[in-house]
């Protein structure tokens, strides 16, 4: 049972995802929640769902009380933010900030013990998902083990990517349902063509998720030359649909990498 305090600066859409993670996790039940009181409504929605969560009066308070302190502002104004506070040298600050270096943000504090980038999706809050870290920290890895698959990055470019990555979310959720939306316009209901489909993706996932990724290569493969499967992999790759998926992400990191400040 953990039973540290976890701070948090910016009250969000993440914060609270993570928050309802910790909440939800029977392994951290110890731990002790103190969030910013900007955004006072999402901050005391926490503090009156869960008896850990309290809301503290400043940032300030947060990181006084707090052992690990999570940084999770929008990175326009995250420098103001943290130029204010005083950090303590046995801190540990996680910067969620998707687009800030990790030496950029340590310019803006006092020293810390330990400084740490990660990006966790909203997924956290189910308890899902993957956790991308940099650098390891055995201890970090164990806590939010709890709450989805930390994959730790050997090099801080590699969040970047990992970031990138993340872009392909709407697209992909638009692959699933215009093959749902096809099977309802030949002829099956709509729940059941959403029902199907769904399901269909699910197992899909599920065969090639247990960290076996060598076998992607062959389920990527293996098909019968001339069946079905074969006759739209044909089709999507000779109009060079998989390589709009590469281009995409291309154009994602490019942008990514603009918005560095
Ligand atoms: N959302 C995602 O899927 C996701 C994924 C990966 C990383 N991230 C990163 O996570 C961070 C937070 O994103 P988000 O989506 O949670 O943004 P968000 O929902 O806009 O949350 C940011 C929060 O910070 C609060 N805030 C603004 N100024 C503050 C101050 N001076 N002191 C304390 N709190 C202040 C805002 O309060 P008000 O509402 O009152 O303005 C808001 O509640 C960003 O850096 C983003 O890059 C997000």
Redesign the pocket.
């Known amino acids: 049972m953990s039973s540290k305090t976890l701070g948090f600066?910016?009250?969000?859409?993440?914060?609270?995802?993570i928050i309802h993670g910790i909440c939800g996790a029977p392994k951290l039940s110890g731990t002790r929640i103190v969030v910013?009181?900007?955004?006072?409504g999402?901050?005391s929605e926490l503090a009156s769902m869960y008896r850990n969560v309290t809301v503290a009066s400043s940032?300030q308070e947060v990181l006084d009380a707090s052992d690990w302190v999570a940084?999770?502002?929008?990175?326009a104004?995250?420098e103001?933010?943290v130029r204010?506070l005083l950090f303590r040298p046995d801190h540990t600050v996680i910067?969620?900030?998707?687009?800030?270096r990790l030496d950029i943000v340590n310019s803006w504090m006092s020293p810390v013990a330990r400084l740490f980038r990660m990006?966790?999706?909203?997924f956290i809050a189910r308890g899902i998902g993957p956790i991308t870290l940099y650098p390891a920290d055995d201890e970090i890895e164990k806590f939010f083990g709890n709450l989805g698959r930390v994959i730790v990055m050997d090099e801080e470019p590699q969040v970047e990517l990992t970031?990138a990555i993340?872009s392909v979310t709407n697209a992909t959720y638009t692959v699933i349902e215009t093959v749902a939306n096809w099977g309802e316009k030949n002829g099956l209901p709509r729940d059941k063509a959403l029902d199907y489909t769904i399901s269909y993706f699910e197992a899909m996932l599920s065969q090639i998720s247990d960290g076996r990724s060598s076998d992607l290569a062959r389920f990527v493969e293996e098909r019968t030359p001339g069946g079905l499967n074969d006759t739209v992999m044909r089709l999507i790759t000779s109009r060079g649909g998989f390589d709009l998926w590469a281009e995409g992400l291309d154009a994602a990191i490019k942008k990514s990498r603009a918005d560095y400040l």
Do not use: F
């Not at 910013?36 to 006072?40: F, I, K, L, M, V």
């Not at 940084?71 to 990175?75: E, G, K, L």
């Not at 910067?95 to 800030?100: D, G, I, Y």
């Open positions: 600066i910016g009250t969000g859409v993440l914060a609270s995802s910013s009181p900007r955004n006072a999402r901050a940032n940084i999770s502002v929008v990175p104004v995250a103001s933010v204010e910067s969620v900030l998707a687009t800030k990006v966790p999706m909203p970031n993340t």
